[in-house]
């Protein structure tokens, strides 16, 4: 029988939303879409705001997990902390806020630097086994119906196979830089990734390949003006060489690099289907979006059988500007959780 851990990030208090977090056991042997097991399948998540409150799940990119807000005394950041406060759309005063570390990941989740298969013995995740187990932490947390799921690039995809196999327990989705399958080039620039780093490990290089195929990475994250505006041509100590160096470097120092070939990978395999998706969902994309093109998005709203609004951004930011254009997103976050 599935349990679940729990532990208080901090104690609650009258004049603070209570934040806690846990651990849950899937169902063991946890059956993956690719046919393979997890052994010892595990879903770390987070919640901020009273559990009475409607519910909504918070969902990113494969290197951000459940630490979408700060907690106090930790002075970090979380990766959408701009969003989330009682000034701000994602208010945990109105609604209980709920974020995982995905399976296959670097964080508590089951995953390749955590689990009995470890390294290159791990297996397969699918964004449908992604929402498969989301479904079995709502079921555990007591919830039958969530207020919406947001989800942003992988978290996106997510949410999408979540809408279209769970239906039942979600009223409304946002999707954000993220469509029914990938776009052929953006797989493209994620296999050479992939193959990099492949090869890195191979010669016992981990961490110098990671550090690449992240490098490499970010190029495809951000948009041809936007590096324009702020590096200078050429090879010197003012170009964009310093940045991608630092941005490889730092990451390669935090994440595991068979997460990152599994997590990789389940963005190239996500497919799912708009017509057989019942709840309404909205789209918010951005026009320098690289990896998953404005025009992705449009044919993604006409094959959904309910159509939600579909919103395009003005940004240099590209596929980051969801992270980056704080005040345009905060809007959209307020009109569809306005719905």
């Given amino acids: 029988m599935s349990r679940t851990l729990f532990f208080a990030d ?65 002075p970090s950041e979380g990766w959408w902390q701009e969003q989330i406060g009682p000034t701000r759309p994602l208010n945990p005063e109105q609604f209980q806020l709920i974020s995982v570390d995905f399976l296959g990941s670097t964080g508590s989740s089951s995953g390749p630097h955590n689990s009995r298969q470890s390294g290159s013995d ?32 992988y978290g996106g995809m997510v949410t999408l196979a979540f809408a279209q196999h769970f239906p039942h ?34 010669q016992g290089e981990p961490e110098k390949g990671l550090k690449l ?28 060489l310093p940045y991608l160096n630092y941005q490889g470097e730092s990451f390669s120092q935090r994440f595991d690099p068979y997460s990152y070939l599994c997590l990789s990978t389940s963005i190239d395999t996500h497919q799912v289907e708009p017509e057989s998706i019942s709840i309404p969902v909205d789209l918010l994309g951005f026009n320098s979006d690289q990896l998953v093109p404005v025009s992705q998005l449009q044919k993604l709203q006409k094959k959904l059988k309910q159509t939600g609004f579909l919103q395009l951004i003005e940004s240099i930011y590209g596929h980051d500007a969801f992270l980056k254009e704080t005040a345009e997103v905060a809007e959209i976050l307020k009109q569809h959780l306005e719905q």
């Fill in 10 to 74: 901090t104690p609650p208090q009258l004049d603070f939303p209570p934040l806690y977090s846990g651990i849950l056991d899937l169902p063991a042997p946890f059956l993956l879409d690719s046919g393979q097991v997890l052994l010892r399948p595990r879903l770390a998540w987070r919640r901020l705001g009273q559990p009475h409150l409607p519910a909504v799940v918070i969902l990113g990119g494969i290197s951000a997990g459940r630490y979408a807000w700060r907690a106090e005394p930790d």
């Fill in 122 to 153: 791990f297996p397969a995740i699918s964004t449908r086994d992604q929402a498969r187990a989301l479904a079995a932490l709502l079921e555990n947390l007591g919830l039958n119906q969530l207020e919406s799921m947001i989800g942003a690039s």
């Fill in 169 to 202: 327990l979600l009223k409304r989705a946002l999707v954000i830089c993220a469509a029914e399958s990938p776009c052929p080039l953006a797989t493209g620039w994620r296999h050479i990734q992939r193959e990099i780093l492949q090869m890195a490990l191979a």
């Fill in 213 to 240: 195929a992240r490098a490499l990475a970010v190029t495809t994250y951000r948009s041809e003006q936007e590096f324009a505006n702020r590096f200078a041509p050429g090879l010197g100590p003012d170009g964009c």
